[in-house]
Nanobody
């Protein structure tokens, strides 16, 4: 049974930080590329960051220098460290796993950046 579960979301002030975690089970985690997507209120879901099975990373321009994606294959967990948060970072953040034709989504965790 496949499980992809996000945690770590919450309410933070502008300029603050959050660390999201995505715990995965039920598949060969080390083989998968892992990504974080987000969907702000009233907008479409977008890719925020990704890390492949060789630890190569990519980021959307709006988060470069502020967000860091990482993975711990031993813990079967991917992280998104978010610093210098802005109001426009407010969204539901989703964890996504992909290997070939196999794709798995988490249920999402809410991040709200507000004073």
């Amino acid at each position: 049974q496949v499980h992809v579960v996000e945690s770590g979301g919450g309410l933070v002030q502008p300029g603050g930080s959050l660390r999201l975690s995505c715990a995965a089970s039920g598949f060969t985690f080390v083989s998968y590329a892992m990504s974080w997507y987000r969907q702000p209120p009233g907008k479409e879901r977008e890719l925020v960051a990704s890390i492949n099975n060789g630890f190569s990373t990519n980021y959307v321009d709006s988060v470069k220098g502020r967000f860091t994606i990482s993975r711990d294959n031993g813990k079967r967990t991917v992280y998104l460290q978010m610093n210098s948060l802005k109001s426009e970072d407010t969204a539901v953040y989703y964890c996504y796993a992909e290997w070939g034709g196999l794709r798995f989504w988490g249920q999402g965790t809410q991040v709200t950046v507000s004073s």
